[in-house]
């Protein structure tokens, strides 16, 4: 495995904190040599920029060479270059991957930066309407709580992301190599733990957004948005703009004016954050860079944050030195110390993450790497303090947070299940219309949800019924009557615009949850709740790698099947089956279930099954069955 020379040294060489100096401020904006080198006496080796590094350096802060290809009005694409740079702006430039010949039909998908998955009214409404005015006519609710628009044209792309600037919403930071949207659960709670959870993913966004003008000079033509981001109001007490700054002397903050936190270079790779309540793991919060959990007192006041460092799902088949991984505990941190140390750790990962090998540039790699007590010495190296011991905290469970829920201040909430996100009007299946008419009429404020669905918050009780007609009205089912492999399952969008996409995956999981109850029912298991997931390639957008089942595009109509994930959300799956061609599904799962039904034990789910007998006993088992042969 290929990996930075300090960090594989450090990792080989180094532990405690004490190991480490303070990190000298740099001329430059981003680390060319730390105090790891000092330590280990070596003199570091000036090394050639990767492409896309000399790209951002030059890009004058995420301005060029965007600036210039948006001017050309006599194409319909951008430039290459111009399409890495328009990523940090929340847009990838696509293409019907199904229509063939040329010229190509070059359209924009625009994702929306939304903290704690939150979708004021206003900017639903909003939404809407560039949807049906310049986008495909339907919106997608995404993994990491906020939605995409897809279908837009080049010449329409100021317009649709100045407006929702002007109303104080932002696509900044939904894409690139910088701090993505910050999940947290789903659940509006009024109690304290839910309600700190809320805050402080705002805070952490907004502590993290990037600082440069380009976005107001490109969409704005330099002027400010009408409406500032209604996150960074609701936690504008936390004085975050001036924690953003403050220099300790340890090499956190860089000589960068504009970026301070990011430099020229921002960072190595996508950096994403979550945040929950002990015991509710409804957001995947293994899966982060960092993930934090809320530890009150017996008061309910905020003492401060259990830290987690080092997930990630991203991967590439048959190259090894990537891999799918769950996050390490990093240990206890107090509330006054948690902005400080957030920096620590970006600055960490912004100064050694491989930027060598994009491929490995994840900081979950260079937690790999160190090892935890190791990345953990690092990041107290900036942070100037022991992080404490992790405290002990509720086994987490799994929960969706579908149907109707008392919230605790004498309002409902209501979990309205999506089937992979997709939020349209087809045939009498009328979401998008339903969506309106409850905005227009209640003023509901809604929550993207983990699993691409949608909870609408601060319900009165005597709306229910209404609402629930409305619902019936426009042919939404009740969360009763969703099968539950269906309510469990998620997959990415993959074709027909994706670039990544090896096959199919949205517009297959449906077919596949109706194939894998049929083969449930044939070998009377139809009471198993099995989660699924399924992606059209292996960088894992729809976490694949954490489910019980999971089905990997890596060929045209053909899937890896991953075992082993947990129900609860807490180990990644490893994997059984390459190359599974799509009409194999029911012989493939067969003899796997029927070991299921044969050797679990009681009240034991799919995923722990697999995981507890291992990869090698199901693959003899399969070898020796004889299809239809075993029933529970």
């Known amino acids: 495995m290929k990996f930075q020379v300090t960090a594989l040294a450090m990792a080989c060489t180094l532990s405690g904190v004490s190991a480490f100096a303070p990190h000298t401020p740099l001329a430059s904006s981003v680390a060319s040599s730390s105090s790891l080198n000092m330590v280990l006496g070596e003199k570091p080796k000036a090394k050639k920029l990767a492409k896309i590094e000399i790209l951002k350096k030059n890009s004058s802060h995420l301005t060029n060479p965007l600036k210039e290809s948006l001017m050309d009005t006599e194409e319909i694409s951008v430039t290459k270059d111009a399409m890495q740079i328009l990523k940090y702006h929340g847009s990838y430039m696509q293409t019907d991957r199904e229509k063939r010949g040329k010229p190509k039909d070059f359209q924009f998908m625009l994702r929306l930066k939304q903290p704690a998955g939150e979708l004021p009214p206003d900017l639903y409404r909003l939404l809407d309407d560039l949807s049906a005015n310049h986008g495909q006519g339907d919106l997608r609710a995404t993994t990491r709580q906020c939605f995409q628009m897809h279908g837009i044209m080049k010449g329409d792309l100021k317009t649709v992301i100045s407006s929702i600037m002007n109303i104080g919403s932002s696509t900044v930071g939904a894409c690139g190599d910088v701090s993505r949207n910050v999940m947290t659960t789903p659940a509006p709670f009024a109690s304290p733990e839910y309600q700190y959870v809320n805050e402080w993913s705002k805070v952490f966004a907004h502590l993290f957004r990037p600082m440069t003008p380009a976005f107001s000079e490109i969409w704005l033509d330099g002027e400010k948005a009408a409406s500032v981001e209604y996150w960074g109001k609701q936690v504008e007490h936390h004085n975050i703009d001036e924690n953003m700054v403050k220099d300790t002397g340890r090499g956190i903050i860089l000589a960068d004016s504009t970026e301070p936190l990011y430099g020229d270079r921002y960072l190595p790779r996508k950096f994403k954050i979550g945040v929950t309540v002990p015991g509710d793991n409804s957001l995947d919060i293994y899966t982060n860079d960092i993930g934090c959990i809320v530890i009150t007192n017996d008061k309910g006041e905020l003492e401060g944050f259990n830290v987690m460092v080092g997930g990630g799902m991203g991967r590439t088949h048959n190259k090894e030195t990537t891999f799918a991984r769950a996050a390490d505990h990093l240990g206890f941190v107090p509330k006054e110390d948690m902005m400080e140390l957030m920096k620590s750790i970006l600055a960490s990962q912004r100064d050694h993450g491989n930027r060598d090998v994009r491929a490995n540039a994840r900081m979950k790699y260079l937690v790999h790497t160190l090892g935890i007590d190791n990345f953990r010495s690092l990041v107290e190296s900036y942070f100037g303090k022991s992080v404490q011991p992790w405290r002990e905290i509720e086994e987490f469970k799994y929960n969706d947070w579908m149907g109707w829920w008392e919230q605790g201040d004498g309002k409902l909430f209501y979990g309205l299940h999506v089937d992979n996100g997709r939020v349209k009007d087809e045939g ?205």
């Open 428 to 632: 009498d299946f009328r979401l998008k219309t339903a969506l309106r008419v409850l905005v227009d009429k209640f003023n509901l404020f809604m929550i993207l949800s983990p699993t691409q669905s949608l909870i609408f918050r601060d319900i009165d009780p005597k709306d229910k019924e209404e609402i629930e007609a409305i619902f019936a009205d426009h042919g939404c089912l009740p969360i009763e009557q969703i099968d539950p492999l269906a309510r469990l399952a998620m997959a990415c969008p993959a074709l027909p615009l994706c670039g990544l996409a090896q096959t199919e995956a949205e517009r297959r999981m449906p077919s596949y949850v109706e194939r894998m109850r049929s083969v449930l029912n044939k070998m009377n298991l139809g009471d198993e709740e099995i989660l699924m997931r399924m992606t059209g390639c292996p960088n894992g957008c729809a976490r694949p790698y954490m489910a019980e089942l999971a089905f990997v595009g890596d060929g045209p109509n053909s899937y890896q099947i991953w075992l082993g994930g947990s129900p609860v959300l807490t180990r990644t799956a490893w994997p059984f089956v390459a190359k599974m061609k799509d009409e194999n599904l029911e012989d493939t799962m067969e003899p796997i279930l029927a070991m299921f039904a044969q050797q679990r034990q009681q009240f034991e789910a799919f995923g722990d099954f697999c995981h507890r007998v291992g990869a090698d006993a199901i693959e003899a088992y399969t070898k020796t069955y004889t299809l239809g042969s075993v029933k529970a």
